[in-house]
């Protein structure tokens, strides 16, 4: 049984993998509370308690996320985010040419991957107007939960600010205009694919692998697939890719990746 952690900036996710491949032991923790309640700090870096996650008798461990350097865990090993979510993304499509298109908390990442090797790719942590903060953000002013403002893609609103602070006065001026909820959270999530659409270009393929919280709504998928013209592939639990790929570096030392 191997272990991985996938230290996010908004939640943490745990995930094991048994002998046969088989996913075990799925867990989604908010990331304030993860440290509060399953870390303490040891000299400089804070040991994670493997047995309250239930970690305890793993083989190996692997880490993942912002917090993947200044986490200390007993055999843990520290494995590079665009290796992690394309393995993970391997595992749960069993797909080997695609493009990786993964949106955190605090950045999106795209991948180009050939024959089940990275080729090339592109992270974007720069801007938070393309990542799950802002989505976050704009459903609160639109008043609607996250879930429902990604199943919104009709018929959108234009927005045209390209700053994640200027996008929210541009919105509340719109509903002020008298513009409907729907119609601003379609604009919304074509927003964020209009700035995601270059690094996806730039990384072509026909098929792109969506992973991340955001791939569970039904905008975003079905958006690319429209606009791009390309197939949108879902994994199963698509937050836990990079959890999962984890588990399969330090169970297989990323062998068939170049990164």
């Given amino acids: 049984m191997v272990g991985g952690i996938d230290l996010g900036s908004r939640f943490v996710k745990v995930a094991l993998l048994d002998e046969a491949g088989g996913v075990r032991n799925l867990r989604h923790i908010d990331t304030a509370v993860f440290y509060r309640s399953f870390g303490r700090r040891i000299d400089a870096r804070l ?3 493997a047995a309250a996650l239930g970690l305890a008798g793993v083989a190996r461990l692997g880490c993942t996320g912002y917090g993947r350097k200044g986490v200390a865990t007993a055999g843990g090993r520290a494995i590079p985010e665009i290796r992690a979510h394309v393995l993970g993304a391997l595992h749960g499509t069993a797909l080997s040419d695609f493009t990786l298109l993964d949106i955190g908390g605090q950045d999106s990442k795209v991948a180009l991957v050939r024959e089940g090797r990275i080729l090339d790719f592109e992270t974007n942590d720069r801007c938070a107007a393309s990542t799950g903060r802002y989505l976050e953000h704009m459903a609160a002013v639109l008043g609607l939960d996250l879930d429902e403002l990604a199943g919104y893609r009709r018929d959108p609103a234009e927005l045209s600010s390209t700053c994640a602070i200027f996008a929210e006065t541009e919105v ?5 205009a008298g513009v409907p909820v729907p119609a601003l959270a379609a604009g919304v999530n074509m ?3 209009r ?3 270059p690094m996806l270009a730039r990384l072509s393929s026909p098929v792109v692998v969506f992973t991340g919280g955001l791939a569970r709504g039904e905008a975003l998928p079905r958006i690319m ?4 013209g390309v197939e949108v592939r879902v994994p199963e639990n698509p937050s836990f890719a990079g959890a999962i790929g984890c588990c399969l570096a330090v169970r297989e030392n990323g062998k068939g990746l170049d990164q």
């Fill in 47 to 49: 040991e994670i308690d």
């Fill in 172 to 176: 509340v001026g719109a509903l002020a």
């Fill in 191 to 193: 927003a964020i694919f």
């Fill in 195 to 197: 700035r995601l659409k």
């Fill in 225 to 228: 697939a429209a606009e791009l």
